[in-house]
Structures are given as C-alpha cells and as structure tokens.
C-alpha cells in the first residue's frame, strides 16, 4: 500500500544560534529559534513521514518540554519517524522537500544536505528532492524574519 503524508514547518530567526538546514550548518548573520536545533527542515521532512504512517506530530513524538529534546540534532528526530515505518514493515519510497527564505542562498549547501538526510532515510540522493525558494520578498518569510519548509513523503506499507 502506497501512502503520502504532508509536513510544514517555520522558526523565526534568532541571534546568537547556528543555522542548521537538513543537518548542516550553514554560516548565517541568524539562526533560528526553537526547542532542539530548529532544523526546520527536518521538522517537515519528519512530519511529513509521520503523516504518511497515520501517527500523530512531532509536537508529540517530540514534545518541546522535554528536556532531552533540548538543543537535540533534528537528523534524530527524521530517524526516529523512518524508525516507525520500520517497525510497521514498511520503507520510505522518496521525500520531496521546499525551502522557503530570501537568505541565506541554499544552493551551495544543498548536496550535503541531500547526502546528509539521504544516510538518515536510508534513500539513495536522487530519492531525497530538496529545493528552495524566495517569498518574493512579500509577507515575514520575505522580510527575512524566519524561515518555512515543506515536505511529502511516500511510504510502502505492507
Ligand atoms: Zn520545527
């Protein structure tokens, strides 16, 4: 069986924090702010798994009170969802993705991400679709003011 599930996430941006994207630090004059590493885009990618098998949020699998989850790498969170479809017999088919922010350019970064997460979701590079874009400048993504993602992702099932 063929399942999709759909993930979105957005941080705002804070001084005096790494810019993680996909597990990979980025030099920015911001990064963003959150609980864990505020890996926005592996928030989404994780949802989006989450979705797919039918189970609740990260919010839930991950709440941000808990302690353990502080300033965490987000890569685990992606490998607790993939560990989910494990359990339920099944295996990720790809992960399509979108970056949403004026800045930083993500281009340069964008391979490593790729072969960051490809290792963590047990997909080969081609299988993980990870592209970006402006907010043409209009609305607090276009203001610079934080960063959003979106992601699908296609589950098997038994
Ligand atoms: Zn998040």
């Known amino acids: 069986m063929n399942l999709v599930g759909i993930g979105y996430d957005v941080h705002r941006f804070a001084e005096n924090r790494a810019l993680i994207l ?3 630090n980025i ?3 911001h ?3 959150g609980h864990s590493d505020a890996d926005v885009l592996c928030h989404a990618i994780a949802d989006a798994i989450l979705g797919a098998i039918g189970e609740r949020d990260i919010g839930h699998h991950f709440p941000n009170t808990d302690p353990e989850c502080k300033g965490m790498s987000s890569l ?3 490998r607790r969802a993939v560990e989910l479809v494990t359990e339920q017999g099944g295996r990720l088919n790809n992960i399509d993705c979108t970056l949403i922010a004026e800045a930083p350019k ?3 970064h964008l391979e490593a991400m790729k ?3 490809a290792a963590v979701l047990s997909l080969e590079p081609k299988r993980v679709g990870i ?3 402006t907010n043409e400048r209009l609305g607090f ?5 934080g960063i959003a993602a979106m992601a699908v992702a296609s589950v098997e099932l038994p």
């Open 131 to 133: 592209k970006a874009t």
């Open 76 to 78: 685990e969170i992606v």
């Open 31 to 33: 990064g963003l702010d």
């Open 106 to 108: 993500i281009g340069p």
């Open 115 to 117: 072969s960051k997460l």
């Open 27 to 29: 030099p920015h004059t």
């Open 22 to 24: 996909g597990g990979v």
């Open 141 to 145: 993504l276009g203001r610079q003011e």
